[in-house]
């Protein structure tokens, strides 16, 4: 079956970096589009990142752009989220997303 693992996740101060994956298995991986959200607490889960089935095009919220980049091994089947410059906004569960399927998410905190 579908299954989508989501690490990476932690707590960093405001400016720093993480790096989520995302492993993916379970469907042909380099087929689909995928994608990455965030829930903050209290909050309504808001689409972060699209990736397309190459890793030639993505699209970012207006709120992360310059600062978070998404990317894709398909010999891997992993997705991945480079976070810069971190801000607490930021603050979340990051979820990977193929259509109708989700992971469990990684939490993320950005705070001194």
Same mark, same amino acid.
């Given at each position: 079956?579908?299954?989508?693992?989501?690490?990476?996740?932690?707590?960093?101060?405001?400016?720093?970096?993480?790096?989520?994956?995302?492993?993916?298995?379970?469907?042909?991986?380099?087929?689909?589009?995928?994608?990455?959200?965030?829930?903050?607490?209290?909050?309504?889960?808001?689409?972060?990142?699209?990736?397309?089935? #190459? $890793?030639?095009?993505?699209?970012? @919220?207006? !709120?992360?752009? =310059?600062?978070? &980049?998404?990317?894709?091994?398909?010999?891997?089947?992993?997705?991945?989220?480079?976070?810069?410059?971190?801000?607490?906004?930021? #603050? $979340?569960?990051?979820?990977?997303? @193929?259509? !109708?399927?989700? =992971?469990?998410? &990684?939490?993320?905190?950005?705070?001194?």
């Amino acid at each position: 079956q579908v299954r989508l693992v989501e690490s990476g996740g932690g707590l960093v101060q405001p400016g720093g970096s993480l790096r989520l994956s995302c492993a993916a298995s379970g469907f042909r991986f380099s087929s689909f589009n995928m994608r990455w959200y965030r829930q903050a607490p209290g909050k309504e889960r808001v689409l972060v990142a699209i990736i397309n089935t #190459t $890793g030639l095009s993505t699209v970012y @919220a207006e !709120s992360v752009k =310059g600062r978070f &980049t998404a990317s894709r091994d398909n010999a891997k089947n992993t997705l991945y989220l480079q976070m810069n410059s971190l801000k607490p906004e930021d #603050t $979340g569960v990051y979820y990977c997303n @193929a259509a !109708s399927d989700w =992971g469990q998410g &990684t939490q993320v905190t950005v705070s001194s």
